[in-house]
């Protein structure tokens, strides 16, 4: 074969495996509609070897051209593949699909993004940072249901439904917990570790994760991007990005780490070595991505004496929620070489605020909760539940305590926690801290007769006020409408919907009971609920605000009556 007809060739193998990957997709959802008219396991068979088949075939290509050197990860990973896909077929055939499905989606993507119509699909997304952060979250999401939709994500080797697959991968990747299936009984260890893997992506942030991809990819940086980069992992003064994404990509991986062994201590008294290990990681990462997720089904009531997972729990949901500018802060302040080192102002107002909401919803909880859920507690078990509690209502998720008995006022407490969420540029959601401590300043100035926001020594810009106040409107609007919708379609009591809806908002997870028992409307509006409240509602009117170019008009200034 001359020179010229390989790279042809080398085309037609790679519209046939876009052609093959189509069918695959088929083979692996559509099983009962195959097996009514053929044989399944022939076909399932005929799938896989036809992958293998087409997977050699394009390594030896790829071979045949010479260049070695220049595909040699491309080569050294779909040999890899090959190896796997090959030892896999021994097991079973559907598992061959699904695993080279995988290396077929990566090229479809990088094609469909970087490639086709000379690249102009990516241009067009990046051109526009707040939409291109929402379809990536979308992008993910999507990809997580189908695979939540595998046979062999449950535990039953059955089809999950699309709208509760795509309500538990919503669930996983905004990080929120809320949950139709009970995660370690319904799913099996490949659908746990996809919304594992979902939780992580979307606990770094997808634009984080996404960035890193056209780093790798060797796609170059538009300012644009580098700026939305800059409000996902919260402000900082100067910005290196690739520095950036590895600081926060060790700091994940240091803290998740610690995190999963302090966990192994005490879940090992409990469970095998093996799945002590897989207990904790997993609940480490689900702690620091303030996800909520976990594989017992009542949470960690069962360990609400546990003073080891109690404390380790809460600490990497207080990390997790501190966002990662205020760590690498945090790690420049009392490691850093500059000697004349301080904390930023957003640090500094991040971690007051924090403090004083954990100490007030703390004593609140203790005191709420002393003869209700809490009673016949000793007092040190007292301690521990009310602080676990004051915790994760914020953002996480988890409960020592069980959330559907608390009273009506722990209940209302609850709802302004999790309406408040995390911090900017974490892995929670809600209106965030900073927001809430603007709110609170601009009261104690209006009451001390200031006209501007001070604190530590500092002006706040005009413009993080007008921030604040419309992302605290546009927020309890969203959630009013998405109330009113579900008192529409589902018979719950109001308290247990406005429950329901703000802890979707915040990205909390924390339920009455009443997640599995919704409407498929119900559900839907959930999701929708939890996927803008993960991406926050200020990147929506980004996405889809016209900026016109004004002209220097100053007008007269009129006062007009207040309250």
Same mark, same amino acid.
């Given at each position: 074969?001359?020179?010229?007809?390989?790279?042809?060739?080398?085309?037609?193998?790679?519209?046939?495996?876009?052609?093959?990957?189509?069918?695959?997709?088929?083979?692996?959802?559509?099983?009962?509609?195959?097996?009514?008219?053929?044989?399944?396991?022939?076909?399932?068979?005929?799938?896989?070897?036809?992958?293998?088949?087409?997977?050699?075939?394009?390594?030896?290509?790829?071979?045949?051209?010479? /260049?070695?050197?220049?595909?040699?990860?491309?080569?050294?990973?779909?040999?890899?593949?090959?190896?796997?896909?090959?030892?896999?077929?021994?097991?079973?055939?559907?598992?061959?699909?699904?695993?080279?499905?995988?290396?077929?989606?990566?090229?479809?993507?990088?094609?469909?993004?970087?490639?086709?119509?000379?690249?102009?699909?990516?241009?067009?997304?990046?051109?526009?940072?707040?939409?291109?952060?929402?379809?990536?979250?979308?992008?993910?999401?999507?990809?997580?249901?189908?695979?939540?939709?595998?046979?062999?994500?449950?535990?039953?080797?059955?089809?999950?439904?699309?709208?509760?697959?795509?309500?538990?991968?919503?669930?996983?990747?905004?990080?929120?917990?809320?949950?139709?299936?009970?995660?370690?009984?319904?799913?099996?260890?490949?659908?746990?570790?996809?919304?594992?893997?979902?939780?992580?992506?979307?606990?770094?942030?997808?634009?984080?994760?996404?960035?890193?991809?056209?780093?790798?990819?060797?796609?170059?940086?538009?300012? /644009?991007?580098?700026?939305?980069?800059?409000?996902?992992?919260?402000?900082?003064?100067?910005?290196?990005?690739?520095?950036?994404?590895?600081?926060?990509?060790?700091?994940?991986?240091?803290?998740?780490?610690?995190?999963?062994?302090?966990?192994?201590?005490?879940?090992?008294?409990?469970?095998?070595?093996?799945?002590?290990?897989?207990?904790?990681?997993?609940?480490?990462?689900?702690?620091?991505?303030?996800?909520?997720?976990?594989?017992?089904?009542?949470?960690?009531?069962?360990?609400?004496?546990?003073?080891?997972?109690?404390?380790?729990?809460?600490?990497?949901?207080?990390? +997790?929620?501190?966002?990662?500018?205020? %760590?690498?802060?945090?790690?420049?302040?009392?490691?850093?070489?500059?000697?004349?080192?301080?904390?930023?102002?957003?640090?500094?107002?991040?971690?007051?605020?924090?403090?004083?909401?954990?100490?007030?919803?703390?004593?609140?909880?203790?005191?709420?909760?002393?003869?209700?859920?809490?009673?016949?507690?000793?007092? +040190?078990?007292?301690? %521990?539940?009310?602080?676990?509690?004051?915790?994760?209502?914020?953002?996480?998720?988890?409960?020592?305590?069980?959330?559907?008995?608390?009273?009506?006022?722990?209940?209302?407490?609850?709802?302004?926690?999790?309406?408040?969420?995390?911090?900017?540029?974490?892995?929670?959601?809600?209106?965030?801290?900073?927001?809430?401590?603007?709110?609170?300043?601009?009261?104690?100035?209006?009451?001390?007769? /200031?006209?501007?926001?001070?604190?530590?020594?500092?002006?706040?810009?005009?413009?993080?006020?007008?921030?604040?106040?419309?992302?605290?409107?546009?927020?309890?609007?969203?959630?009013?409408?998405?109330?009113?919708?579900?008192?529409?379609?589902?018979?719950?009591?109001?308290? /247990?919907?406005?429950?329901?809806?703000?802890?979707?908002?915040?990205?909390?997870?924390?339920?009455?009971?009443?997640?599995?028992?919704?409407?498929?409307?119900?559900? %839907?509006?959930?999701?929708?609920?939890?996927?803008?409240?993960?991406?926050?509602?200020?990147?929506?009117?980004?996405?889809?605000?016209?900026?016109?170019?004004?002209?220097?008009?100053?007008?007269?200034?009129?006062?007009?009556?207040?309250?």
């Amino acid at each position: 074969m001359s020179e010229r007809s390989l790279p042809k060739a080398l085309a037609y193998i790679e519209i046939a495996a876009y052609i093959l990957a189509a069918w695959s997709f088929f083979v692996l959802f559509l099983e009962p509609i195959i097996s009514f008219y053929v044989n399944y396991r022939l076909v399932e068979n005929f799938t896989a070897l036809a992958n293998i088949f087409l997977l050699s075939l394009t390594i030896l290509k790829r071979l045949s051209l010479g /260049k070695i050197s220049e595909h040699r990860i491309i080569i050294i990973s779909d040999l890899v593949m090959l190896f796997v896909g090959t030892m896999l077929m021994i097991y079973q055939a559907k598992f061959v699909i699904f695993f080279l499905l995988i290396r077929q989606t990566y090229f479809i993507l990088q094609y469909f993004l970087f490639r086709s119509f000379e690249g102009k699909i990516y241009k067009l997304i990046i051109s526009n940072p707040p939409v291109s952060f929402m379809a990536s979250f979308i992008a993910v999401i999507l990809i997580g249901a189908v695979f939540l939709m595998m046979p062999g994500s449950s535990v039953n080797k059955q089809v999950t439904p699309f709208l509760d697959a795509l309500f538990t991968s919503t669930s996983a990747t905004c990080v929120t917990g809320l949950a139709v299936f009970d995660t370690g009984t319904y799913f099996s260890p490949f659908g746990q570790m996809v919304i594992l893997i979902l939780i992580q992506l979307g606990g770094l942030g997808i634009m984080t994760v996404s960035t890193a991809f056209a780093l790798i990819l060797g796609q170059r940086l538009t300012l /644009k991007l580098e700026n939305v980069m800059q409000n996902v992992i919260g402000e900082t003064s100067s910005i290196n990005l690739f520095e950036l994404l590895k600081n926060i990509v060790l700091v994940t991986i240091i803290i998740e780490s610690i995190g999963a062994v302090l966990l192994y201590f005490s879940f090992s008294q409990y469970y095998e070595p093996l799945q002590a290990v897989y207990y904790s990681v997993f609940h480490s990462v689900s702690a620091f991505c303030n996800a909520g997720f976990s594989l017992q089904a009542d949470s960690f009531i069962g360990f609400s004496k546990n003073v080891n997972i109690t404390f380790t729990i809460t600490s990497l949901i207080i990390l +997790g929620g501190i966002g990662f500018a205020v %760590l690498i802060d945090l790690h420049r302040y009392f490691f850093g070489k500059n000697k004349n080192r301080r904390l930023t102002l957003h640090t500094k107002l991040v971690l007051s605020t924090t403090g004083v909401l954990l100490g007030s919803a703390f004593l609140l909880f203790f005191l709420a909760e002393y003869s209700v859920t809490m009673k016949g507690f000793t007092f +040190g078990h007292r301690i %521990l539940a009310s602080w676990f509690q004051s915790v994760t209502t914020r953002t996480a998720g988890f409960n020592t305590i069980n959330t559907g008995a608390l009273s009506k006022s722990s209940i209302l407490i609850t709802m302004v926690l999790m309406f408040i969420g995390a911090s900017p540029g974490s892995t929670g959601g809600g209106i965030k801290t900073s927001t809430f401590a603007i709110l609170i300043l601009t009261v104690r100035s209006l009451l001390g007769g /200031k006209r501007e926001l001070t604190v530590y020594n500092r002006k706040i810009a005009a413009s993080n006020f007008k921030e604040a106040v419309s992302l605290i409107v546009v927020s309890a609007g969203i959630i009013f409408t998405i109330v009113i919708l579900l008192m529409m379609v589902d018979a719950h009591s109001f308290d /247990k919907i406005v429950f329901e809806a703000i802890s979707a908002f915040g990205t909390v997870g924390l339920s009455m009971g009443i997640t599995a028992e919704l409407s498929a409307w119900g559900k %839907l509006l959930i999701t929708i609920l939890m996927y803008v409240g993960r991406i926050g509602p200020l990147t929506l009117i980004y996405a889809f605000a016209t900026r016109k170019i004004q002209g220097r008009i100053w007008y007269a200034e009129e006062k007009i009556a207040i309250g």
